[in-house]
C-alpha cells in the first residue's frame, strides 16, 4: 500500500523520479569524462604525430654515418630519443634498393608519456644522387675542342656498338660550355653561356643560363696514409714511396698489376708505354691526392667494364696540379675504360683513341681528338651525395 505523506505525494514517484534523475547524473558525468580521455587522446596523438616528424626531421637533418655501411636489405636502428615535452620518437633506416645507387627508407614513430595515447608512425626516403648522370659534368668550364666524338652506351646490357650507339652523352657546366670541331650524341646545358665553333654538332641541343648546383663534395682521403709498399709490387721500371705516395712506372715492357679493391696514393705518373693493369674483378677505386698522368692509354682495365675502376680525387692538396688522361692511339695503346671523379682538378682528356666511362671535374679540356663513349651504368652506381625523396612522407596504417 503506498503512503501518503501530509502534501498527498505518493513516496514510490518520488523515489523513482529521484533515481531516474541519478541515473542522469551518472550518464552526463560519464559522457563528460569519455569526452575528456577523448579530447586527451586526440591531443596526444597529435603530440605524438608531431614527435614523429621531429624525428623525421632530425634524422634528415643528421642523417647516421653508419648508414653508409648498409648493404641492400639491412636496418640500422637509432633506439628511442627524448624531447622536452615529455615524447619520444624512434627512426629506423632501411636500405630497400637492389644494389648500386643507394635508396633508403626512414620509419619514425612517435609517442607521448600518455597510455592512451598511443605511436604515430610516418615513413619518409633518402636516395642518392647519381654521381656521372652526365657524360662529362664540371663545377666550372667545359671546352671540346678535339674533333672527335661523344655518345653513350649502357654495359650494363652489353659491350659499345658503333652502329647502336645511342645519344645520351650529355654535358653540363658549371660556368661556360665551348663545343668546337666535335659531335655530341647528346646534350649540352650550362650555368653560363654556350658557344659554338666550327664544325660543333649536339644532336639533342644545347641550354644557357641553367640553375646552379652545389659545388661536388670532396672525399676526405683514407686514414692510415698512404697504401703500404707491401700492397704494390716491384719491379722493373716501377718506383712507388709510401711516404710521399708517388707511384710512377716508366719505360715498356714495365707492366704493374694492382688486385687490391682499394689505393691511395699522392700521385701517379705513367709514362713510355708503361702498363697499370687492374683485373676488374673485384672492383677498385684508387684515391689520389694530387695528381694523375695517364694520357697513353697505359691504364688498363681488363674486364673492359668502365663500373670496375675507378679513380678519385681526395682532400684538399698542397700541390694541386691537373690530371692527364685518355686512350691513346699510337702503337700498344689500349682503349681506356674507368671512371673519373676530380671536382678540385683541372682534367685534360689527350688521347685519340677510345674512353669508355665518365668524367667529374672542375675544369675539363678534350683536345686530343678521341671518341667519348659515356657508360650510362655509372649513373647506378653507389653515390656520396644523398637528398630527401620529395612526395615520400606517408603515415602508416597502425600508427
Not at 626516403?125 to 671540346?144: E, H, Q, R
Not at 660556368?175 to 670541331?181: A, F, H, K, T, W
Not at 665553333?197 to 648546383?213: H, L, Y
Not at 696540379?321 to 689500349?334: D, K, M, Q, R, V
Request: charged letters at 10%; one cysteine or more.
Amino acid at each position: 500500500m503506498n503512503v501518503v505523506n501530509r502534501k498527498g505525494f505518493i513516496l514510490p514517484t518520488v523515489i523513482f523520479a529521484v533515481t531516474i534523475m541519478s541515473v542522469v547524473a551518472v550518464v552526463a558525468l560519464s559522457t563528460a569524462t569519455d569526452e575528456r580521455r577523448t579530447s586527451r587522446a586526440s591531443r596526444e596523438s597529435t603530440l605524438a604525430m608531431y614527435a614523429a616528424e621531429a624525428g623525421l626531421r632530425q634524422t634528415y637533418g643528421a642523417w647516421p654515418a653508419a648508414a653508409a655501411g648498409l648493404n641492400p636489405g639491412d636496418s640500422l636502428d637509432l633506439g628511442w630519443k627524448s624531447l622536452p615535452n615529455k615524447a619520444a620518437y624512434r627512426a629506423v633506416v632501411h636500405r630497400v634498393d637492389n644494389g648500386g645507387l643507394q635508396e633508403y627508407s626512414v620509419i619514425v614513430q612517435g609517442r607521448r608519456t600518455d597510455p592512451t595515447a598511443g605511436i604515430m608512425t610516418i615513413q619518409g626516403a633518402v636516395g642518392a644522387v647519381p654521381t656521372f648522370k652526365y657524360a662529362v659534368s664540371t663545377d666550372s668550364a667545359l671546352y671540346l675542342n678535339n674533333g672527335g666524338l661523344f655518345d653513350g652506351y649502357d654495359s650494363d646490357r652489353g659491350a659499345y656498338v658503333a652502329s647502336t650507339a645511342d645519344s645520351t652523352a650529355n654535358l653540363r657546366s658549371g660556368v661556360d660550355l665551348y663545343i668546337s670541331q666535335t659531335l655530341v650524341k647528346g646534350e649540352g646545358s650550362a650555368v653560363g653561356v654556350v658557344t659554338f665553333g666550327a664544325s660543333a654538332t649536339v644532336t639533342a641541343g644545347t641550354t644557357a643560363g641553367i640553375a646552379p648546383v652545389p659545388v661536388r663534395d670532396i672525399i676526405p682521403c683514407p686514414a692510415g696514409g698512404f697504401t703500404p709498399a707491401a700492397k704494390v709490387p716491384a719491379g722493373p721500371g716501377i718506383s712507388y714511396n709510401s711516404v710521399t705516395g708517388v707511384l710512377s712506372l716508366n719505360g715498356g715492357p714495365t707492366n704493374l698489376t694492382l688486385t687490391d679493391t682499394s689505393y691511395y696514393f699522392s700521385s701517379i705518373v705513367i709514362t713510355n708505354n708503361a702498363k697499370l693493369i687492374f683485373p676488374g674483378n673485384p672492383r677498385v677505386i684508387v684515391f689520389l691526392r694530387d695528381s694523375l698522368n695517364a694520357s697513353g692509354g697505359n691504364i688498363i682495365n681488363q674486364l673492359n667494364y668502365p663500373p670496375a675502376v675507378s679513380f678519385s680525387s681526395c682532400g684538399t692538396s698542397a700541390t694541386p696540379a691537373y690530371w692527364a688522361l685518355g686512350s691513346g692511339s699510337g702503337p700498344g695503346a689500349s682503349p681506356a675504360y674507368f671512371s673519373v671523379y676530380a671536382p678540385n682538378h683541372v682534367v685534360y682528356e689527350l688521347g685519340g683513341g677510345d674512353f669508355y666511362g665518365a668524367v667529374v671535374a672542375w675544369i675539363y679540356y678534350a683536345t686530343g681528338g678521341g671518341r667519348f663513349h659515356y657508360d650510362a651504368a655509372l649513373a647506378r652506381q653507389p653515390s656520396n651525395r644523398l637528398e630527401i625523396q620529395r612526395g615520400s612522407w606517408a603515415q602508416l596504417p597502425g600508427g
